[in-house]
């Protein structure tokens, strides 16, 4: 896919989406949106570049986008990379810390030259986290969470030339409530 004028793909309860080893290019609001319904889809080893506002969009609140959103748990998101793009490279519902290797669904993904990395989108699960994931030329941050209610862990993650590495930020921070950084790399 290349030059459109809008999303790429977007997904409102579908059932069994697979995009693999795809190419999508320049793309306006989200490239690829997975809303809450969407169950089992498969998103691995794509590459998006260029992720741009909608010049039809207000200009007095600018509605936040990504490369990729996934606002659904029933998703794998593997090997993909995201880069140049005006705001998010990834919006996602992180797995649960208790997750083992083989069972992780977001897992080798990368961005670079966005204004975020990863935004993990807040949880009230106990615990969620991401793994091996790698950010560059994040223009603001490489990992975030906003207003978490679950602990966050982030594992074998590469955050480099960023304004600001791993911001968590929790909602209403309480002794259950902890952010960890496990067998990373913060660099620049």
């Known amino acids: 896919l290349t030059d459109g004028n809008n999303y790429a793909i977007v997904s409102e309860g579908s059932h069994g989406i697979s995009l693999e080893d795809?190419?999508?290019h320049r793309t306006f609001r989200d490239g690829i949106e997975l809303?809450?319904?969407t169950v089992r889809a498969a998103i691995r080893r794509n590459l998006l570049v260029?992720?741009?506002r909608s010049p039809d969009e207000a200009t007095d609140w600018i509605r936040p986008h990504a490369f990729i959103y996934a606002d659904t748990l029933s998703v794998e998101l593997e090997g993909n990379v995201v880069s140049g793009g005006?705001?998010?490279g990834f919006v996602v519902r992180a797995d649960a810390c208790s997750a083992a290797d083989g069972d992780l669904r977001i897992v080798d993904n990368e961005a670079h030259?966005?204004?975020a990395g990863a935004f993990v989108l807040a949880e009230s699960r106990g615990c969620v986290a991401l793994h091996r994931f790698t950010a560059w030329k994040a223009a603001h941050i490489g990992v975030t969470t906003v207003d978490q209610r679950s602990s966050f862990?982030?594992?074998d993650a590469v955050i480099a030339?960023?304004?600001i590495g791993v911001s968590p930020n929790f909602f209403n921070p309480a002794l259950?409530?902890?952010f960890s950084l496990v067998s990373s790399h913060v660099l620049g």
């Open 22 to 24: 795809n190419v999508i």
């Open 35 to 37: 809303d809450d319904a």
């Open 50 to 52: 260029g992720n741009h």
């Open 86 to 88: 005006e705001d998010m």
């Open 113 to 115: 030259a966005v204004l």
């Open 153 to 155: 862990e982030l594992h």
């Open 161 to 163: 030339d960023s304004h």
């Open 176 to 178: 259950h409530t902890r």
